[in-house]
Structure formats: C-alpha cells, structure tokens
C-alpha cells in the first residue's frame, strides 16, 4: 500500500486587507494585510456552480440536460480563540466592527506556496463565552468575484 499524501492543516493563515484602495489586485503589498490571529478552524470555504437545464425534445434517451453556470463563490467561516487585543478581532479596524463592507482576504495552506487572494463582504460575527473552555470568535465572510493565485 502507498503511504499517503494527506497534510495537516496545521499552519492555515489568513490574513485582512486595512481597507486602503487598490487599483491592481496583483500588485498589493503584504504589508496592508493583517494576519487574523488565532484561528482553531478554518479558513472552510465552499464553492457551486449554478446549473441551467437545456433539455430539449432531442435528449437522449429522455433525460434532462444541463449546463454549468455562474459560480457563486460561497462562504468562508473562520473561528478563533478570542483575543481582544488582536485587532482583527476587537477595535475599531476589527472584522467585528466592519460587518457589511468588502474587503481583499488571503488565504493559504501549510505546504503550498500559493496562496488564494479574494475579495469578501464580513456578513457576520458572533461570540462565545463559555465557563470551562476558550472564549471564540467567529467570522462568515461571502465571497465575491475571481479568486487569484499569490506566492506565500
């Protein structure tokens, strides 16, 4: 039997534009992303694809027909240990207190040297504080428009 090529996803990273204007998503430097601290799970994303039946009355056999469509973009949940003294978490430029507005997301893998860089509208946050384990914060983010590769 083959040993497998299965990897952890133990060192995931993602990281938060400041917001600045970009006039060319492929020059943006790292330097106005912010890493958001503390992620225990995700980035998890989650792509579709819409489908449009073309059926006619020459299907073969009887059989519906489709074509694949737009691809929506879906979401990407990230949940965190709750640090309020990480920025991204908790001020003024947190994800918390921009819900609604759109900014460019990296996101990369352990292992791989390109990383996916897209834009996303922050549409919910929420919180937990429980008695015997680590407060957390989580962050849904929606995808919208092309994803593109980065080198890490």
Same mark, same amino acid.
């Given at each position: ?10 060192? $995931?990273?993602?990281?938060?534009? /400041?917001? &600045? *204007?970009?006039? !060319?998503?492929? *020059?943006?430097?790292?330097? =106005? ?6 992620? @225990? ?5 989650? !792509? *579709?694809? !819409?489908?449009?039946? =073309?059926?006619?009355?020459? &299907?073969?056999?009887? @059989? ?7 691809? /929506? +973009? +879906?979401? =990407? ?16 430029? &947190?994800? @918390?207190?921009?819900?609604?507005? *759109?900014?460019? %997301? #990296? ?7 390109? +990383? ?14 429980? =008695?015997? !384990? $680590?407060? #957390?914060?989580? %962050? ?13």
């Amino acid at each position: 039997m083959a040993p497998t090529n299965a990897l952890l996803g133990y060192g $995931a990273t993602a990281a938060i534009h /400041d917001g &600045s *204007t970009v006039t !060319d998503h492929t *020059t943006i430097p790292a330097s =106005v992303f912010a890493l958001i601290g503390e992620i @225990r799970e995700g980035p998890d994303d989650e !792509d *579709t694809a !819409d489908l449009v039946e =073309v059926t006619n009355h020459q &299907s073969d056999g009887k @059989r519906r027909e489709y074509i694949g469509a737009l691809i /929506d +973009g +879906g979401e =990407v949940t990230l949940t965190c240990n709750y640090d309020p003294t990480d920025p991204t978490h908790f001020g003024a430029d &947190s994800l @918390r207190n921009n819900i609604g507005a *759109t900014r460019y %997301f #990296q996101f990369a893998e352990p292992g791989n040297s390109l +990383g996916m860089q897209v834009q996303c509208i922050i549409t919910g946050v929420s919180r937990t504080r429980p =008695v015997a !384990d $680590a407060m #957390q914060i989580s %962050f849904t983010l929606k995808k919208t428009g092309a994803e593109f590769a980065y080198t890490v």
